[in-house]
């Protein structure tokens, strides 16, 4: 099955959840991990039980804090 991962083409087996691509994909602090599949947010409840089909684009996104100087 192939997808699109931050703008990659790549292919994992069909039916692979969210959260088992968050592991293969190696994915840093995936505790902090914001996820969207065709530009919908998923709810981290959900990354359990939501499964990546063919042709979705997948982007793993952190939201980071900053200040003003």
Known sequence: M???IAGEKKEYEEGI???NLIIKEEIDNPEY???TINDEFIDKEAF???VINEGDAVEFLYFMGGGAN
Do not use: C, E, H, I
């Open 17 to 19: 959840t969210l959260d």
């Open 48 to 50: 359990g039980t939501t």
């Open 33 to 35: 991990v914001t996820v």
């Open 2 to 4: 192939l997808f699109t």
